[in-house]
């Protein structure tokens, strides 16, 4: 049976225009190419900050093909991985901001990266202009059946000290780890690893006891029970994982959870903002990327660009200050 990823690579791969980050892209679209020009009027460089075949490359690509469809164009995903999505968000922040590029940005990347980084990395939002949301990408906290834990009471209960992957530093995967091990005051070492596939390996193999990795990467193992979900982080249960308690039903005040949404260069017209806000309205509605939703465990957040900040600046004002209650020391120092 092929895995999650292939088949969304299939699905979502048909018609996209894939490049590398170091591949130049013919860019011929923009606002103001004349009375009678129209958006989009060629290429669109459609950034992404994670590497191809993980959830943020493959959302990008469901909504870029969609993208296409609706407006026309090319609207081409470019893969530009490193520091949980900030060099992509340079690469938007400093192109030209006619909607010749654009891009969907990480929540994590705003909210918790930030605690983790120096002051002059931090990459801040009012850089960018919002379009608006796609989806939220909910995380769970996995062991192997061969390690006994099935509960947040069992973790409490470890007469050793744990060990848990995550998927790098600033990432709500670490996050939700960290908060989770502190609440419970359990005694754990975390293990970051370059990504979810590799905090995945570590898990099955045996090489980590817990790892805390988005649904999407975990649920074909959870489903074939190679892992046994302890908790998730949703404010309530998912859809995708019905029987799994949320860390809040367990007795542990933890809510960690990622999210994406559409970004543009600060300062782009508001006519493109709307084309491409229409663009991802009829996009969403397709049956095509519902079906891609419910493959990849998504749930649906297609909030409004104020929204989207709103919601942001709210959970960066929560994750600090969990993260000052706790003592948590994100950048690993």
Known sequence: MPSTTTRLAALVGIGTLALS??????NTTGGGGGDDATYPSGTVEMYVGASAGGSSDLISRSVSKGLSDALGGTFAVINKEGANGALAAAQIKDAKNDGSVIGIQNASLFV??????????VTNIDDFEVVG???????????????????????KSADRQLTYATTGVGTGAQLSCALTYEVAGADAKPVPFDGGAPALTAVLGG???????????????????????????????????????????????????????MTVPKG????????IADGMKKTFATDEYKKFNEQNSLTPMELTGDEVVEQ???DKERYASLVEEYKLDLGGN
């Open 21 to 26: 980050a170091c591949g130049g892209v013919s």
């Open 112 to 121: 918790i990266t930030p605690l983790a980084v120096d002051e002059d990395e």
């Open 133 to 155: 949301g796609v989806s939220r990408d909910d995380y769970v906290l996995v062991t192997s059946p061969k390690s006994g834990l099935k509960s947040i009471d069992d973790i």
């Open 207 to 261: 090489q980590v006891d817990t790892a805390c990795i988005q649904i999407g990467e975990a649920i074909e193992n959870i489903e074939s029970d190679k892992l046994t979900p302890i908790t998730v982080f949703a404010p309530e249960r998912i859809e995708y994982l019905q029987d799994v308690a949320t860390a809040k039903e367990q007795g542990l005040d933890v809510e960690v959870y990622q999210y994406r949404f």
């Open 268 to 275: 782009t017209p508001q006519e493109v903002k709307d084309t």
């Open 312 to 314: 942001l600046k709210k």
